[in-house]
Each structure stands twice: as structure tokens, then as C-alpha cells.
């Protein structure tokens, strides 16, 4: 099929949201409500052409979708309602065959599964528009699917506009459609604003169609929670429940372990291999990928981590940097942005490193600040270790080499550079580059003296 196009509706005020960000912006999962949407009509079918309706806050909106390739866009300059934004997309789209897949911003549960289904089904019974329906436990606020006594589908009724027994209708609009695109352009046209709160219903381009003897259908396929719109703060909340109890089950059904589903907050778009064990009160977002046979937790953050097989990390908050094999790191450990632990390195209790490279085999830890430094292999830092990378204006560099031996309590005053196997005594700070293999001690002699008037 290579003639398939999508509309994004997100040019709404989202005024329910009490919020100076575009409704469509709003997170759950780590992931903008828009991206959902997009990724899973890109899911769902090959488009050739992804048209966004933006309005409220569009430049904010633009510049987040233009992340995606196949994305364009067109500007409602007065939000009318649905079908006038929809109208705006004609521009995109006119004098095209096909079928366009139609959503919402602000849906983001629905699957791409089911809107493959919707566009079969479509397709299948060579309608001219088919509505994406639902069975709700209440109904309040959705267009109603209202059917003749023979069960046709007849027209979507708003809630303002619904008599008493239309109210009770229990099966909604989950407001995803599609449409043959050689009729609809016409039809929405004939659409006009007189109802309740005036404005441009996209919903009744169903009986205009059926009115011109075109065919139109409502498959009940959606689950309730699939198509839960997000309107307010409530509802993001209930989205993002929902989504991390699926994101969570979908992580056990691939092979990992997580042993209080309840207290762990996995983004969407993390992968996790398989046989790692994920412990209570774990936090792992944006793009983050770990490895087969890893630890994670309890009461860990993981953010934007690359974190390779066989990594055990406790009681730890890690940003933006790669864990290389069989490292481990805590218990409270602080890994800052654009640090690399390499192979079986261990970072432990109370040890912050910051846009370090730590290499293989090489310990910190504990109570060490690591910071702009590069580190080589096999070296041990002595607990209570700092990088001083800092003098009030620039940030230094450190480097020490292989196998060295860091004593306890030493301060390294950056830029300096210590060569392969040396010594540092305890309790020594470092001012000066140190050559290979010697040993180095830098702190005042003890004196011990008799102690008078005791
Ligand atoms: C809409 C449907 C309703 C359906 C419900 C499902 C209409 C008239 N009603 O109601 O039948 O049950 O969705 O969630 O469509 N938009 C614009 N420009 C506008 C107006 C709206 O782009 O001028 C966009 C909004 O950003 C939103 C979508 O259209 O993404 C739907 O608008 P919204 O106001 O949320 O409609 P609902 O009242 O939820
Ligand atoms: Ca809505």
C-alpha cells in the first residue's frame, strides 16, 4: 500500500491544561504526547506524506516535529474546530488518491496495531470514511456513534448537541478516523458551524457523507484506556499510569526481571536486555539502553545511560554516559554527564565523577570527586580523593595513567598529569606533573613533641 497519508490534529488551545506550553508537548513517559501520536501512526502504516495541523503555540510545536523526517505542517490561523483544522491540511493533500489516517495530538495510548486494523477495515469495506469507535463505562463529553435500528452507523452526535437517549450511548468517537481522500475534501467543506459552541464539528462530516450516499463505518475495536484523550493535568497523570504499567509488562514479557512494577518508572523509549533485574524505586528515562544481566537498583536513576551487560549499579543517580561491561557502581554514587566507565571499573559509596574517562579495571571508591579527568587502567584512587579541576573561572584537566596508586586523601590541582605506576602518598596534594614509576609525597613532615600542662 503506497498511498497512504496522515493529519495530526494539534493546533488546540488545550486550555484545560492550565499551562504556557503547548498542550501537545506535555510528557508522559519521558516522550512528548505529539511523539507518541507520530510514532505510532508511523508504525502503523508506510505515509507518504505526515501533515501536522498546528496553532496554539506552533512555534514551540514546529520545531519538536520537525525532529521527524516525513513530517509537514500547515497553520490554522483560528482554531474553528476540528473540521477546519482538518480543512487546513487540503493544501498538502489535494488531488491525491488514497486514504488518510486522521488523530488527534492528545492521544497518546492508542496502538499501532489498531489503527492498522482501522485502516484494513477501511480499505476492506471501501468506505468513505471509517470511525475508530469504542465501548466506554462513561461515555460524558465523547461524540456519541449513533446507529439506525439495524445497526447502521448514521452520525456522530457531540455531547452539547446529544438528546437525553443519545447520552446514554455507550460507544464513542476515539476521534482517529479515515477517509477516502477523493471525497472528503468536498464534504468537509459542507460543514458548518450551528451548534452549541459554533464551531466546524469535523464529527459531522459522517451524516453529510452518508447523506450523499457515500458509505461510512464504526469499528469497535479500541480499548477504553487506548483512546483516552488527554485534556487536563488529571488526565496526563492517568495516561502516564497507564503507559508505565504497559511499558513495565512489555520489559517482563522480553526477559527482565522488575520486582516492584509499582515503583519503577521506565520511559518508553528505553530498551532493557534480557535477565537484568530491575529493583524497587528505579527511575531509567530518556534513551537509555542497558544490557543483558545487569542489577539495576533499588532506589537508582538512570538518565540517557548507554550501560553495557553485566552492570550492577545501587542506590546510584547516572546521567548521560556509558557503562562499559561488568562495571559496578554504588551503593550512592553520582555519575555526571559525559562520563565513560570502562570495563570492570567500580565507582563506589559517596564517589561523584564528572566528564571523566575512568579506564578498565580502575576503582574509586569511596568518598572521591573525579571531575575532567582521564583516568587509566587499573588505577586505585584512594578514598577521600579530588580532582581540584576548578579555579573560580576554567575548569583542568587531570590525567593519570595506568596503575597508578592514588593514596587516601589527596588533592590533585588540575592541569596535571601523573605518569603510569606512580605512587602518591597519602594525604598529599599535587601540584606538579609527576614522571613515570616514581613515588611522590607532598605534606608537611610530623613532628611529634612533648605535651606540656596536661
Ligand atoms: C473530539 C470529537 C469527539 C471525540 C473526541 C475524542 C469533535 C467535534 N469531537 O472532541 O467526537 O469523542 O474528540 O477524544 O471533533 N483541534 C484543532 N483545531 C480546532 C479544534 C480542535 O486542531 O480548531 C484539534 C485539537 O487540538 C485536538 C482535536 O482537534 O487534537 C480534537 O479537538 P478537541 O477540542 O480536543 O475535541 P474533543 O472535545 O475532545
Ligand atoms: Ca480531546
Known sequence: ??????????????????????????????????????????????????????????????????????????????????????????????????????????????????????????IRMENSATVLSGKVKNPFGYGRIVRNTDGVFTEIVEEKSASDEQKKIDEINSGIY????????????????????????????????????????????????????????????????IMRKEINIEHMKNGVTVSAPESTYIDKDVVIGHDTIIKPNTHISGRTKIGKNCVIGPDTTIMSCKVEDEVSIVCSYIENSQIKKNVKIGPYAHIRPESVLKENVKVGNFSEVKKSVVGEGSKVNHLSYIGDARVGKNVNIGAGTIT?????????????????????NVNLVAPVTIGKKVLIAAGSTITDDVLPNKLTIARARQITKVRKNK
Open 388 to 408: 581540584c579541576n576548578y579555579d573560580g573561572k576554567n575548569k583542568f584537566k587531570t590525567i593519570i595513567n595506568d596503575e597508578v596508586f592514588v593514596g587516601s
Open 1 to 122: 500500500m503506497n498511498n497512504i497519508y496522515g493529519v495530526v490534529l494539534a493546533a488546540g488551545q488545550g486550555t484545560r491544561m492550565k499551562s504556557s506550553l503547548p498542550k501537545v508537548l506535555h510528557k508522559v513517559c519521558g516522550k512528548e504526547l505529539i511523539s507518541h501520536v507520530l510514532d505510532c501512526m508511523n508504525a502503523a502504516a508506510k505515509l507518504q506524506k505526515l501533515v501536522i495541523v498546528v496553532g496554539n503555540g506552533s512555534d514551540l510545536v514546529i520545531k519538536h516535529i520537525e525532529k521527524y523526517g516525513n513530517t509537514e505542517y500547515v497553520f490554522q490561523e483560528k482554531r474553528l474546530g476540528s473540521a477546519h483544522a482538518l480543512l487546513q491540511a487540503e493544501e498538502k493533500l489535494k488531488n491525491l488518491n488514497g486514504h488518510l489516517i486522521v488523530m488527534c495530538g492528545d492521544t497518546p495510548l492508542v496502538k499501532a496495531r489498531t489503527i492498522k486494523e482501522l485502516l484494513r477495515w477501511h
Open 178 to 241: 479515515c477517509f477516502d481522500l477523493k471525497v472528503l475534501w468536498a464534504a468537509l467543506k459542507k460543514v458548518d458551524n450551528k451548534n452549541n459552541k459554533k464551531e466546524y464539528y469535523l464529527t459531522d462530516v459522517i451524516s453529510i457523507l452518508n447523506n450523499d450516499g457515500h458509505k461510512t463505518g464504526a469499528i469497535c475495536l479500541a480499548e477504553e484506556e487506548e483512546i483516552l484523550g488527554v485534556n487536563d493535568r488529571v488526565q496526563l497523570a492517568e495516561a502516564e499510569a
